[in-house]
């Protein structure tokens, strides 16, 4: 209370005496004005504007009145005369358009228009302290507040400059986008990308957004752009309008890290559409676009992407058990040979892929299963004896090289007369080697004996004799057919072979 009735003297004084004298020979104007401020400061709003207003008054040059002004207006906006503080800081920037504050006293006024819709002026406002830069602090907030005034203007392309200035800004000083320790900048961040969404979908969507990008340059952050537009458009049930803009950036980024992700993303939004014919053609796109063996992998290591390579093997097994299924469905009988085709294909292209996964093995023997179906026998041999042979012992394995013997078999039924002896050694061959991988199995006497059978039919009497004999060393207990087989094998091998004895001896066991 004394400071204020020393105040008080000091005006009146100095209003008397202008040039100095009385209590004021040893206080400089300015000394006492930085001492008056301290304690208006301290003292009541209504106080503290009744002296500043007088001391405008009296003193209309002084030297810190942009001062007195900028504490005046804080004063009244403490007592809720937010009118009287907008006509002070009109004054101000009208006569201080200097003051080192100016940009806060401009941040006020336009927060004051924007919330009074007076969007012009908001402009106006928000607009002078862009145009000051990244040296005033409230440089972002202005400029995040311009690209609002122009949306509420529906002035949307004028507004997207400024939310991707302020998107640039960020990155230029290392914002990190993922960033999740400063929630009110995130949020802030977030809600910018929100905008720019709600923008880009007036201007009409994906396609806008990829003019925008070509006209104005691409950016580092362009894929969050199309993907909060994307999810946008997902949110409000618009599920071809947020596929199209996935697919969008994929074609004008096709080698980009998240790519991939996006046409992943593609796939789950038309599956939850309810859209199976599509979901089945962007599979089919995934797949021809991210195997193992397209470009994409020449700018990326696999390994470092399993989340992709994972998608990918299930997208493969999923093409190919679908065409299978259609390839068995009598209902789809006029397009059952280009359903095995497209069966076929995509098996293969999982195994091309992934050759040595865990599921390899198990696909493998679909593969085979689909050429047995199709009766492609000498094709499903092949595959059988590679699920059986190709890989560490597995489930099928044994399942597998019994099917390779029985495909082999139905193969030389279907040849003609003149390649019967090369499958014929192709199904003893299979066969022998069956019996001695899988030596448990329960076929494995029968097929041995089946072999034994064939290689008397194409003359080949000593390696007859050693399997037959083979036979009945490996599997004594085996069911007496078999053995009464092998016993005859030996017999009629013997006599060929001029060997009357031991043909004789075998006769006699099989009798």
């Not at 009145?65 to 403490?78: F, T």
């Not at 803009?245 to 559409?273: D, L």
């Amino acid at each position: 209370m004394l400071f204020f009735v020393f105040f008080q003297q000091f005006i009146l004084d100095f209003t008397r005496n202008p040039s100095g004298g009385g209590l004021l020979d040893d206080f400089s104007l300015d000394k006492l004005g930085r001492e008056a401020f301290a304690y208006l400061e301290r003292s009541g709003a209504r106080e503290a504007v009744a002296l500043y207003e007088k001391l405008l008054s009296d003193y209309p040059h002084y030297e810190r009145s942009d001062q007195v002004l900028y504490q005046m207006s804080r004063a009244y906006e403490e007592l809720g005369q937010i009118k009287e503080a907008m006509a002070v800081m009109e004054r101000m920037v009208r006569d201080f358009p200097g003051f080192r504050y100016i940009d806060e006293v401009q941040f006020r006024r336009a927060e004051y228009f924007f919330a009074h819709k007076r969007y012009l002026d908001a402009e106006d406002a928000y607009t002078s302290i862009v145009n000051i830069g990244v040296g005033s602090s409230f440089y972002e907030l202005a400029l995040y507040k311009l690209g609002w005034t122009f949306y509420k203007q529906e002035l949307y392309e004028d507004a997207l400059h400024r939310f991707i200035a302020l998107l640039d800004h960020k990155v230029s000083i290392g914002y990190d986008f993922e960033q999740t320790e400063d929630e009110q900048e995130r949020k802030r961040t977030d809600d910018t990308f929100r905008v720019i969404s709600l923008s880009f979908s007036n201007l009409g969507g994906a396609d806008t957004v990829m003019q925008y990008f070509s006209r104005h340059g691409k950016r580092s952050y362009e894929d969050k752009v199309y993907s909060n537009l994307a999810e946008f458009y997902f949110d409000k049930r618009r599920y071809a309008d947020a596929s199209e803009t996935y697919k969008a950036f994929v074609i004008r980024n096709p080698f980009h890290k998240v790519a991939p992700n996006f046409q992943m993303r593609v796939i789950e939004i038309q599956a939850k559409g309810g859209f199976p014919s599509l979901v089945l053609e962007s599979k089919k796109k995934f797949a021809e676009t991210y195997g193992l063996k397209a470009e994409y992998w020449k700018y990326f290591e696999p390994n470092d992407r399993p989340d992709v390579l994972s998608f990918l093997k299930t997208n493969l097994t999923d093409l190919a058990n679908h065409y299978h299924a259609c390839y068995q469905d009598k209902r789809q009988a006029d397009e059952k040979s280009a359903n095995f085709k497209e069966a076929l294909h995509w098996y293969q292209e999982f195994l091309t892929s992934f050759p040595s996964d865990i599921e390899s093995p198990a696909i493998n023997y679909q593969v085979a299963d689909l050429l047995l179906e199709n009766k492609s026998f000498g094709a499903a041999a092949v595959e059988f004896e590679k699920t059986a042979y190709g890989y560490p012992l597995h489930e099928k394995s044994s399942e597998a090289g019994y099917a390779a013997v029985y495909s082999y078999r139905k193969h030389l039924d279907s040849v003609e007369p003149e390649d019967k002896d090369a499958v014929r050694r192709e199904v003893v061959r299979s066969s022998l080697k069956f019996a001695d991988t899988f030596p448990d199995h329960e076929k494995a006497a029968i097929v041995l004996g089946a072999a034994a059978d064939n290689l008397y039919e194409v003359k080949e009497y000593e390696q007859a004799l050693t399997i037959a004999n083979k036979l009945l060393e490996a599997f004594p207990d085996t069911d007496v057919d078999v053995v009464r087989g092998a016993w005859l094998v030996i017999g009629h091998s013997s006599f060929e072979l001029q060997r009357y004895s031991e043909a004789e001896n075998a006769y006699l066991k099989a009798l």
